[in-house]
């Protein structure tokens, strides 16, 4: 049974959004999947912080915060419970920070993401960003219903397991009558199984 911190609060926020990662997380290794979802629950955070108000400026402040937070992750520091696990990480906190600022540059983020996933994983290899920049995307149109166009078959070669299972869900919820809602268990475990054998770890 896995412990209870006051970082699950915030992986089941995740998973609130994306049920389909209880099923998701199968297919991570077993010693990997807390780490992992603290890091895909601290993007969710961002992700909240960037689209969920009309008026930028109180997820302008938000993403502020977490600039100054994961510049002290580089430093030894941190406050927010998912430091706990992530802040120990030797990664790209910094220059995660210097890409917060709205609007965000899918590209440029989606490198920096794809960097991160590799050294949580503790593999190297070169992603297709623009892939990962899709899933962004989709993220977006998710919290501001707007449209977004998402590859129906994206390159996954390259990516970390996580990341090819999350841009992998994207795709086939953009394929989906409706957007918003979550894929069949079956589904959703058909989805990972294909996306983390075509993944790089």
């Not at 990516?159 to 918003?180: E, F, G, H, N, P």
């Amino acid at each position: 049974m896995a412990a209870v911190t006051p970082a699950n609060d915030f992986v089941a926020k995740h998973w609130q959004r994306w049920p389909e990662w209880q099923f998701a997380s199968v297919f991570l290794a077993e010693d990997q999947r807390a780490l992992i979802h603290d890091w895909y629950a601290l993007q969710n955070e961002l992700w909240l912080a960037a689209y969920s108000f009309e008026d930028p400026t109180p997820g302008a402040a938000k993403l502020a915060w977490w600039q100054e937070e994961l510049r002290g992750w580089s430093k030894g520091m941190r406050r927010h419970p998912l430091g706990a696990s992530l802040q120990p990480r030797s990664t790209h906190w910094n220059e995660l920070a210097d890409q917060l600022t709205l609007p965000f540059d899918d590209g440029a983020l989606a490198s920096v993401l794809s960097k991160i996933d590799h050294d949580l994983a503790g593999s190297r290899g070169m992603a297709h960003t623009p892939s990962i920049a899709d899933a962004l995307s989709f993220e977006r149109s998710l919290l501001r219903d707007d449209s977004s166009a998402v590859s129906s078959s994206p390159k996954l070669r390259g990516l970390s397991r996580a990341r090819a299972m999350q841009v992998a869900l994207s795709a086939a919820r953009a394929k989906s009558s409706d957007v918003t809602k979550p894929l069949s268990p079956l589904r959703t475990i058909l989805t990972c199984w294909r996306a983390a054998r075509m993944s790089k770890s």
